[in-house]
């Protein structure tokens, strides 16, 4: 079975081939093509550059540019570099069997994956408000697809669809309980990569994921912290918009709404202005006025021309920690306590240094880091770099999104007879 996986986003699109037998392999296997845009300018990318990104397991790889498409055409071309050119992987469109799609918000609807039908793509179309950039992506790569590919099927998977199982406590806002029946409660995020994280855990450690408390740190352009007990989520950062939680890359994160209303009511923004601060001008790249790249405001902290550069920067630094130290012990304080605590994504698959400053203020629980294994960056593989005398596991995984959604296509295709 040829599985094709798109994860697009505002500013980039992701996608790749998996080729899976009778049965899904114990690990994840490398994916047969890989292909990536990334976006430089608006999100329509009129007149913009897209840099293309292709491999495949041939070892063929491919890098360009491009200017002045649309972004639909742009998604088009990369596709279609899987069935041409130097980087075909398949013979036509007809092979692909099934496409998945990372589906950020589904909503008070959908939580589990579901076959893309009119409904699905009205419910989609319908909570798009709540993530707007992310949603209509997904559905323009809907609609991308149902027209070179013709009528294969199509899955969603939700990111939202992991953090089901908070309770009532942890997913109501204490605001007017009307709030909660028009949908506006706690959905969570990145909850595809979570769920992942937790079960690769529980293989790491040789242990029942069912008897492990872990805290998982997704740590990207956007961060996110999970509670998960007995392979379930029972708490998150994330809330109602991916907004809500710790200090991002270009998202502030949490911040006192009394700070918005005073804004507002001094005429200085209007909402869709506080939107466009809290969203793309706020986080690491707000503090530091250098960058959203936390390697770059690691290399300021040591080597700006300039010491109000370098105080920034560091003070960036400094607050991305400390909110992410509160957040890590406010998971642990719903679990109860912790048995491992989990690093992915961008930044926490590839900064020792925001491993080791997190991991410095928890050693009264017996959590020790091994400084030679956390200093090997980046890590080839999945491990754990906690010293041997550690009461508490600290563990590297690498995100696997797509081999998740690849997951998901191949069970729901066993279904249909």
Request: with cysteine; charged share 20%; proline share 5%.
């Amino acid at each position: 079975m040829n599985v094709l996986v798109l994860n697009s986003g505002s500013s980039s699109q992701k996608s790749c081939l998996y080729e899976i037998g009778d049965a899904l392999p114990d690990d994840p296997p490398r994916s047969v093509w890989e292909g990536k845009i990334e976006w430089a300018n608006d999100n329509d990318n009129n007149n913009g550059q897209a840099q293309y990104s292709i491999k495949t397991s041939r070892g063929v790889s491919r890098k360009h540019v491009t200017s002045g498409g649309s972004r639909r055409e742009d998604i088009e071309r990369l596709l279609q570099n899987l069935w041409s050119g130097e980087t075909q992987a398949v013979s036509g469109p007809s092979e692909i069997n099934v496409v998945g799609h990372r589906v950020v918000h589904g909503g008070p609807q959908h939580f589990e994956p579901a076959m893309v039908t009119t409904e699905v793509k009205h419910a989609i179309e319908g909570v798009s408000v709540f993530a707007p950039l992310h949603n209509q992506a997904e559905l323009e790569g809907m609609e991308i697809v149902a027209k070179l590919l013709g009528p294969v099927p199509q899955v969603a998977v939700f990111d939202t669809g992991f953090h089901r199982t908070m309770p009532l406590s942890a997913a109501t806002y204490p605001g007017p309980h009307e709030w909660f029946e028009q949908g506006i409660r706690r959905y969570g995020f990145h909850g595809i990569n979570h769920q992942y994280c937790a079960q690769c855990a529980a293989h790491l450690l040789g242990k029942d994921l069912n008897s492990l408390k872990l805290v998982t740190c997704h740590l990207g352009n956007g961060c996110s912290l999970a509670a998960i007990r007995e392979g379930q989520s029972v708490d998150t950062t994330m809330g109602f918009t991916p907004l809500e939680g710790l200090m991002m890359g270009t998202r502030s994160g949490s911040v006192d709404p009394g700070i918005l209303t005073y804004l507002m009511r001094q005429r200085q923004f209007s909402g869709e202005q506080l939107d466009e601060v809290l969203n793309q001008k706020s986080g690491l790249l707000g503090v530091s006025g250098i960058s959203s790249d936390m390697r770059r405001i690691l290399a300021a902290t040591k080597n700006a021309a300039e010491p109000s550069i370098m105080a920034r920067a560091q003070l960036a630094f400094d607050m991305y920690v400390h909110r992410l130290r509160k957040g890590i012990g406010a998971m642990i304080a719903v679990l109860g306590g912790v048995d491992a605590l989990i690093f992915t994504a961008g930044v926490g698959e590839n900064s020792p240094e925001v491993r080791a400053a997190v991991c410095d203020n928890f050693a009264f629980l017996g959590l020790r880091l091994d400084p030679g294994k956390n200093a090997q960056s980046p890590l080839d593989n999945d491990m754990d770099i906690s010293a041997r005398d550690s009461t508490v596991r600290v563990l590297v995984i690498h995100a696997q999104e797509d081999w998740m959604i690849t997951r998901e296509c191949w069970h729901l295709m066993q279904r249909i007879p």
